[in-house]
């Protein structure tokens, strides 16, 4: 059995995985696959944050788990969702990392389901979007806490993922920038599903064109018509054109409200950002999804 965990991450793709997962229920079930839905995802989330906070996983966490996943003998793989997986907003910024504790839950995670072959998924965001939006959203107790006792300036993405290949090395970990999701949605959801490249998806710009104006929606509707006429890397330039021409500022724009943060900080978060990206997409047991 192939468990893929969509972990999120918080503030990528706020529900449009498990929107486009559902729109093609149908197909994933040609390929063997099913979708856990909100309910039974966060309920599996919830046995694993249990049995952690336990210290120790008691004689039902297996089989709990079990139950949830692997309950159709006539499934290959299943998916759930769920940005909780690396751990509650309130410790996704702590000890100097952004989710410090995203490797060992996801050992712990496998070990519960012994036997599984596990798969997790995650959109990176740019940092300097993602921590006000964390700290902004939890309690101000934990918001004070986390300011007083981590330097903001050195949070990336490299710690966590180091971590991820260190602890939990058989699992298989695929990742891609938020900021590039409009434009690769098709393999974002192909990869979750464990799809072949060339297995039609319905709704595949669905996401590209909510963030576009009428006339780019029209233009995207025609490329699709045009179906094979174009190959996929000219389909994929084409969309990006469209995206830089009919894009709708205040969808792709954020705004970020953090005291003090100027022009510099920005550029600063950015400048380091790109460099871990850069690093990461040269990690051999990391795939990375890109334009």
């Known amino acids: 059995m192939q468990v893929a965990i969509h972990a999120g991450v918080a503030f990528s793709d706020e529900g449009l995985v498990m929107s486009s997962l559902g729109a093609n229920r149908r197909i994933l079930a040609d390929y063997r696959t099913a979708v856990l839905g909100p309910r039974r995802s966060r309920q599996f989330v919830k046995v694993v944050s249990d049995s952690i906070l336990q210290g ?46 995203a490797g060992k839950r996801t050992a712990y995670t496998e070990s519960l389901l012994d036997g599984a072959q596990v798969e997790v998924f995650a959109g990176l965001v740019n940092p300097v979007v993602f921590i006000p939006k964390i700290l902004t959203s939890i309690h ?55 799809l072949p490249d060339e297995a039609p998806l319905h709704e595949e710009y669905a996401f590209l064109s909510s963030l576009l104006t009428e006339a780019g929606q029209r233009h995207v509707l025609d490329i699709v018509r045009k179906g094979d006429a174009l190959d996929r890397t000219s389909r994929r330039e084409e969309m990006a054109n469209i995206l830089d021409e009919y894009a709708r500022l205040e969808q792709i724009e954020e705004e970020l409200d953090m005291p003090g943060w100027n022009a510099d900080i920005v550029e600063a978060f950015t400048d380091l950002y790109e460099q871990d990206l850069a690093t990461i997409r040269s990690m051999q047991d990391v795939r990375v999804l890109q334009i």
């Not at 309950?71 to 509650?88: T, Y």
């Not at 986390?146 to 971590?163: F, K, N, P, R, Y």
């Open 140 to 194: 101000e107790d934990h918001r004070q806490d986390i300011l007083a006792s981590t330097d903001l300036s050195c949070l990336s993405w490299l710690g966590m993922v180091e971590d991820l290949l260190d602890l939990a090395p058989q699992v298989q970990l695929t990742l891609w920038e938020h900021e590039n999701s409009p434009l690769i949605w098709g393999d974002i959801i192909r990869a979750i599903s464990g």
């Open 56 to 101: 120790q996983p008691d004689a039902e966490t297996p089989n709990s788990l079990a139950e949830l996943v692997t309950g159709n003998p006539n499934l290959d793989r299943v998916i759930l969702s769920s940005d909780k997986f690396f751990g509650p907003r309130r410790t996704a910024l702590q000890h100097g990392q952004i989710y410090p504790f």
